[in-house]
């Protein structure tokens, strides 16, 4: 295995990303940045950004590109991104986003984009069961019957159903997805930095399978 890597995680919400990528990130050792974690932290700290953004997050849309764009670069810029790489989790998002990183990223190029592939109506029950700390962001997976909030091991802190994983908000997501960020796989295919990641079966068993296709790609020859 080589450390440092450039990386992006595309997938429907839901495909289990974001777990995903932190293990991916402890593996190359490479900083996970996720734009839904950069504007929930906003949201909390009731920055200006964080009005913005809560608005549009409860009903289920995206934040505007521009503003986007420029978190990202302002994060990429930064020493570890810079020196290691990255795993990007939730960005690009539009066609747009993914044309403005590949200016930001002229001079040193994604390796790899991974699209972690899990059919819409299995998400919309992962995504129904998701639970994550307010604190730390572990997520968790709720039984049919378990309504109340509890208490993360990893940090002691609340575990609770997202306010944008309601049924309405959900389904937005998933039509923005279909409509704005599908399109992500034919413009990077055509790039020949694709590979898709067959996202269905246990966590160990993708985590596997997302680590050979960074590796297969970053093979010389
Ligand atoms: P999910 O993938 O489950 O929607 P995320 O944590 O990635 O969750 O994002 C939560 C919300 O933050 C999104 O629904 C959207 O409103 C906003 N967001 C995150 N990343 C972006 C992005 N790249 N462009 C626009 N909006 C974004």
Redesign the pocket.
Known sequence: MIPGARLILLGR??AG??TQCVRISRHFVVPHI????I??AAVRERTELGAI?KR??DA????G?EI?VGLVKERLNRDDARTRGYIL??????VG?AVALDEITASRPIDVVLDLDVPRLLVLER?TARRVCRDCGTNYVADHHERSPWICEVCGGEVMQRD?DTTEAINC?LDLYEEQTSPLIEFYGRHGRLAVIDGVGSPDDVFVRLITAVDDARRPG
């Open positions: 919400q839901g990303k974001g996720s734009t839904g974690d504007l929930r953004a549009v997050m289920g849309g995206l934040v590109d986007m989790d939730g960005f690009p998002r539009t986003q995504i944008d997501r």
